[in-house]
């Protein structure tokens, strides 16, 4: 089961946007994720006519690795430790590891 899916707020905790916060938009397979307005590039681009491209420079967000995020609990309202525990029913589900509160209800 992943820690971290689509959907999930999420804090940054290591290199150049430490401490931003932002919604996951997608989730990799190599163990990187793509969280909105974080780690965002500038790319300079040409204009395309014929697609109805425009130039200019244009901002885009890139992919950080996993490690670099970390779950955002709002009862303490920092990042926080994920675990997965079954529960009676048989269901697998996330929980914060700092007060065992359940993510998936």
């Given at each position: 089961m992943q820690r971290i899916r689509q959907g999930?707020?999420?804090i940054v905790i290591a290199g150049k946007d430490k401490g931003r916060r932002g919604s996951v938009l997608r989730v990799y397979r190599d163990?990187?994720?793509l969280v909105e307005n974080v780690n965002v590039a500038h790319k300079h681009?040409?204009?395309?006519?014929?697609?109805?491209?425009?130039?200019?420079?244009i901002e885009k967000e890139t992919?950080?690795?996993?490690?670099?995020v970390m779950l955002y609990n709002p009862a303490t309202d920092k990042g926080d430790r994920v675990g997965v525990r079954v529960l009676e029913d048989?269901?697998?589900?996330?929980?914060?590891?700092?007060?065992n509160e359940?993510?998936?209800?």
């Open positions: 999930d707020e999420v163990g990187r994720v681009q040409k204009p395309n006519p014929n697609a109805g491209v425009p130039g200019g420079i992919p950080l690795h996993a490690s670099n048989g269901r697998k589900v996330r929980y914060f590891k700092s007060n359940v993510l998936d209800a």
